[in-house]
């Protein structure tokens, strides 16, 4: 089903998505990359939200009823420097990223909280991941309730380009109330000291960072590491000894491409990976941003095959703000999480929301749409959907970047 008012002042379009709800969580509906549900004691379906920026950290909202949407709670930052980008949740814990807007401030790292009442998160530890040369955590992963793993700066850790700061670590939070690193990597050459040369940058307009993104690891393979390393395109790590990652394969396109690889999405019983790279510029300046499908039967080796359908250069980039790729629904191992290796489902900023059928990976075919209108005092006129979570029963959650808040949908695909 199609209907769109593209034609209209509100340039909003539907097609076989069926918008059920929105909150605005209170008009502070600027929402970062965290999306996670957990079943409360008391059989509630719990929404965790990460907020992109301050003033608020993280909001909940009882999902239980997805057409009715009801916050739970909303918490503040202690600083106006602050992000809250990135959370996850496994059974009652929650661990939230913190990442400042400068090198050197503080708090900067992850938070662990205890959710068993949603409506009174309690922290139980902080890892400091403050230093001269950091701005704390930008992205993390929870899924086996025993190790975290995240892209993070570090007090001793010197990068030769400041916006090299954040590589991979991992932390074990098997006592939640004593977080301790047991491992680390870095792309070599970014760190003062690498006997490796620096890598080469990128042209000035698209120089980035070589830094971690995504940090994504799966129960079909435990002892590997899929890495979005912005402008150091896709890496794969052996975690076996989880001391000691080692790399297996590096994939990059850029150049001729603009660089920051966010999002690996491995599809294990098909050899495939889903990679995207985040536009960040707005009007389309970065075009094209993409979701790439790659084969990986041979892992040390990956071949891109494919990509999928964008949205209209010529129609978007008008439109204000971002567009192209960003983040993917990420098929996360929690038993909360919808699972598909036949549908990607991936926000596109003022593109929207899409969903593409990859049964033919050599041929993804787009088979639904939603972008709704700006939402109001949007700053860029346009919606900036930023981030997508699919729960188990198929409901969707997307989320605006700036003021949108939470749109929930069903799928009728």
């Known amino acids: 089903m199609l209907t769109t008012t593209d034609q209209g002042a509100d340039d909003s379009q539907t097609r076989n998505f069926k918008l059920i709800a929105h ?22 379906r719990i929404l965790w939200l990460a907020h992109e920026s301050a003033p608020k950290n993280f909001t909940a909202l009882d999902v239980t009823d997805p057409k009715s949407p009801r916050m739970v709670v909303q918490t503040e930052l202690p600083q106006a420097h602050m ?9 009652d814990i929650m661990v939230v990223a913190y990442q400042t807007q400068k090198a050197g401030q503080q708090p900067a790292g992850m938070e662990i909280f205890d959710i068993s ?73 970014t ?52 001391s000691a990652p080692k790399p297996i394969c590096r994939w990059d396109n ?10 690996v999405l491995p599809l294990f019983e098909r050899n495939l990976l889903v990679v995207t790279d ?9 075009w094209p941003k993409l979701v790439w499908i790659l084969d990986a039967r041979d892992e040390t080796n990956p071949i891109p095959i494919a990509t999928c359908p964008m949205p209209s250069r010529a129609v978007f980039a008008k439109r204000g703000g971002r567009v192209g ?16 290796d036949q549908v990607i ?32 005092l949007a700053p860029t006129g346009a919606i900036q959907l930023n981030d997508v979570f699919v729960d188990e029963r198929g409901i969707v959650y997307t989320v605006d970047r700036h003021v949108g808040g939470v749109y929930i949908l069903e799928m009728d695909f």
């Open 254 to 263: 850029s150049p001729p491409y603009a660089g920051f690889t966010h999002t």
């Open 325 to 340: 790729a960003h983040n993917l629904h990420e098929n996360l191992p929690l038993p909360t999480s919808w699972f598909s």
């Open 23 to 44: 909150h605005d969580l209170g008009g502070f509906g600027g929402l970062g990359e965290g999306m996670s549900i957990q079943i409360a004691k008391d059989g509630r």
């Open 117 to 189: 009442v949603p409506e009174q998160p309690k922290s139980l530890s902080f890892f400091d991941c403050s230093g001269p040369h950091s701005r704390g955590v930008h992205q993390l992963w929870f899924c086996d309730g025993e190790y975290v793993h995240m892209a993070a700066g570090a007090p001793d850790f010197t990068p030769r380009d400041a916006k090299d700061d954040q590589f991979y670590r991992i932390i074990d939070v098997r006592d939640p109330t004593k977080p301790t690193e047991v491992g680390r990597w870095w792309l070599p050459g």
């Open 191 to 242: 760190r003062e000291g690498d006997s490796a040369p620096a890598p080469v940058r990128h042209t000035p307009e698209f120089d980035l960072g070589f830094r971690a993104h995504n940090t994504n690891v799966y129960p079909q393979r435990p002892d590997r590491a899929y890495l979005g390393y912005l402008d150091a395109g896709m890496i794969v790590l052996d975690i076996s000894d989880k």
């Open 345 to 376: 489902i991936g926000t596109f900023f003022n593109g929207g929301l899409r969903a593409f059928d990859i049964s033919n990976p050599y041929q993804p075919v787009e088979i639904a749409s939603f972008v709704p209108p700006a939402p109001p």
């Open 83 to 91: 992000r809250s980008n990135s959370l996850e949740v496994t059974g």
């Open 278 to 286: 985040e536009s960040v510029v707005d009007d389309g300046a970065d």
